[in-house]
């Protein structure tokens, strides 16, 4: 079975396509009184988390249209590699960097990290996922909805129902059963982090008006209900969920913060194709994700930079990439697989925070939140 899910490790693939790269680096070329001079360099240098992925014959296709080689230099969690890319500015260790979601975006954006660049297809975003669209210093390149994942063999065997709002997470019976990741360290841990603020509000007021404690109140319970906070992803999903394969079932928690385009993966490569998912959505526990690509100030390619921004908004990676990182394209004229749609769940209209509220709570709300829950 293919257990390349939504945030698996691509460790093995940056390393291969690293070693293609730097074997097409640019060397030096003889001047006409014999000293050497810099040609320009095929490599183009693509700083990511761990979990870009990205057909084989779709980079080469990259490659060829281009002349480019992809080096991809993987980063850890999306929140590791972007406080990575803020420490290394002005001296990146790349060209372009893929990763940054709407909740992380404006650290990035204050912190000067991105070249502004128009890339090609942009046309063909809608307006919602465009939240630099007058500047232009990144481009969205997909969607996807953080939500709790359920085992459905675990409820199945336990004669319980599964959860399907926040709500129900903090209700006895579902005590011990969940794991997140944290906050402070992992883009999807802050999302449901902003779910449930987005829920229940920061001071008493849940979505709707109606009245409550508080996100900070509603992590108290779930605290007290047993909830398990890991680093990142990989973690959570691969190591601690009872229902992922990649894990071959040996995490014992049978609810885990993932994405509601995480069930796809666990029917990849299963023949014959069963009528249902080994893992469902609690469709009420989702926030939505936006992801970009910029182009890193200071980089060494910047023509190669711009080319890839351009390949990552076409349709030949557009709809490379909902079997290979599990997400919805930025494209709308992208066409879709048939187990991506049957899989997958459609989230209409989940929960939001608007992206200046997070940029200008994140900081107070990550540590309000590491004083409840890591203490």
């Known amino acids: 079975m293919n257990t390349n899910l939504r945030r698996a490790a691509t460790a093995v693939v940056a390393t291969a396509l690293g070693a293609t790269a730097l074997a097409a680096c640019g060397g030096s070329g003889d001047k006409a009184d014999g000293s050497k001079t810099a040609t320009p360099s095929k490599t ?39 406080n990575q890319a803020i420490l290394s500015k002005g001296h990146p260790q790349g060209d ?8 992380l975006l404006s650290r990035a954006l204050d912190n000067d990290l991105f070249t502004p660049y128009e890339a090609k297809g942009l046309d063909q975003v809608p307006a919602a996922l465009q939240l630099d ?13 953080v939500c709790v994942n359920y085992d459905r063999k675990y409820f199945a065997a336990h004669q319980l129902a599964v959860p399907a709002t926040f709500d129900d997470l903090i209700k006895p019976e579902y005590k011990n059963l969940l794991v997140t990741e944290n906050s402070a360290t992992s883009s ?19 979505q709707g008006g109606a009245s409550g404690g508080g996100w900070q109140d509603y992590w108290k ?12 992803w990989e973690q ?19 609810l885990v913060v993932s994405y509601a385009s995480s069930p796809p993966a666990e029917v990849l490569g299963v023949t014959p194709q069963p009528a249902q998912g080994p893992t469902g959505v609690a469709t009420g526990t989702c926030f939505r994700q936006i992801e970009f690509a910029g182009l890193l100030k200071g980089g060494k ?24 990182m599990f997400v919805n394209p930025a494209r709308q004229d992208a066409a879709l697989p048939a187990e991506f749609t049957k899989y997958g769940v459609k989230i209409d209209a989940p929960p939001t925070v608007a992206p200046d509220e997070i940029a200008k709570n994140r900081d107070q709300w990550v540590k309000t939140w590491s004083s409840l829950v890591l203490k």
């Open 221 to 232: 319970k779930l605290k007290a209900n047993g909830v398990e906070v890991v680093d990142g």
């Open 96 to 103: 372009v960097f893929f990763g940054v979601d709407n909740t």
């Open 236 to 254: 959570a999903y691969n190591d601690r969920f009872s229902g992922s394969a990649g894990g071959k079932g040996k995490g014992d928690k049978p």
């Open 133 to 145: 669209k007058d500047k232009h210093r990144v481009t969205p390149v997909d969607s996807g909805d």
């Open 188 to 206: 999807p841990g802050l999302a449901f982090q902003l779910g449930t603020i987005a829920k229940y509000g920061d001071g008493g007021t849940s």
């Open 301 to 324: 390619n910047d023509a190669g930079g711009k080319a890839l921004l351009d390949f990552l908004l076409s349709k030949t990676f557009q709809q490379d990439m909902p079997l290979q």
């Open 44 to 82: 183009v240098t693509l700083v990511s988390h761990d979990s870009f992925a990205a057909s084989p014959a779709v980079l080469k296709e990259f490659t060829k249209e281009t002349g480019y080689t992809v080096k991809v230099l993987a980063g850890g969690d999306a929140g590791a590699a972007v």
